[in-house]
């Protein structure tokens, strides 16, 4: 059974630092893994999408890698803004299979 | 950009009704899905849902639950006997594929609050 978890749980940092999201998971036979933000009590906001045969996306601040062997994927940010409060999910899927999501990233950055 | 719209977008329902969540998914999408937060949980995959028929389902997704289709445009969850333990959010997705090249895009989610 496909496990996913995410490190840190909580950060906190100031305004324009880079900063590095964590993404970890159990069953290395993935076809593609997702990123989600997620806004208090709202809905889920796709931002980078990584297929299976790829190692990286890149999206204006954002950029993920893919590692499948090591079961591993970072969401990296640059520049971080107060705008990017928010947690982030992770989340990845076999062929044929759902998603499976991890707990999630909640960010909050001080202006 | 495409959305996924779903309403209501908060239901208060009492212990023991029943209740509809309604979705419209994008149009050129195939699969569709419901899954479900509780507050600070993860997010937990109940079903999924292709040519008018169920294509997998959760353990959470138990005989209290139905999927339908009813035109060519909705995408509904029915939980017939609501029990406080199913206050939660509800979202819907839909992809072109199934767990396939273009991923999910997710409604904002409908908050169930059972009392």
């Known amino acids: 059974k496909q496990e996913v978890t995410q490190i840190p749980a909580a950060l906190s940092v100031p305004e324009g630092e880079n900063l590095v999201l964590n993404c970890s998971f159990t069953?290395?036979?993935?076809?593609?893994l997702q990123w989600f933000r997620q806004d208090p009590g709202k809905g889920l906001t796709s931002l980078l999408l990584?297929?299976?045969?790829?190692r990286e996306q890149t999206s204006g601040r954002l950029n993920a890698s893919l590692d499948k062997s090591s079961g591993r994927s970072t969401l990296y940010i640059a520049a971080s803004q107060p705008g990017d409060s928010a947690t982030y999910l992770c989340a990845v899927a076999r062929l044929g299979q759902n998603f499976v999501f991890g707990p999630g990233t909640r960010l909050s950055v001080l202006p | 950009e495409p959305e996924v719209t779903q309403t209501p977008s908060h239901q208060v329902t009492q212990m023991g009704q029943e209740v509809i969540l309604r979705c419209v998914p994008i149009?050129?999408?195939?699969?569709f899905y419901w899954y479900r937060q509780i507050l600070g949980q993860k997010v937990e995959f109940l079903v999924s849902?292709?040519?008018?028929?169920?294509?997998?389902k959760s353990e959470i997704f138990d005989d209290q639950f139905s999927v339908e289709r009813p035109d060519g445009s909705n995408f509904t969850l029915k939980i017939r006997s609501t029990k406080l333990e199913d206050s939660a959010m509800y979202f819907c997705a839909s992809s072109e594929s199934y767990a396939g090249g273009y991923g999910y895009t997710f409604g904002s989610g409908t908050r169930l609050t059972v009392v």
């Open positions: 149009s050129n999408h195939l699969y």
């Open positions: 069953d290395s036979a993935i076809y593609n």
């Open positions: 849902f292709y040519n008018n028929e169920i294509s997998e």
């Open positions: 990584i297929q299976s045969s790829q």
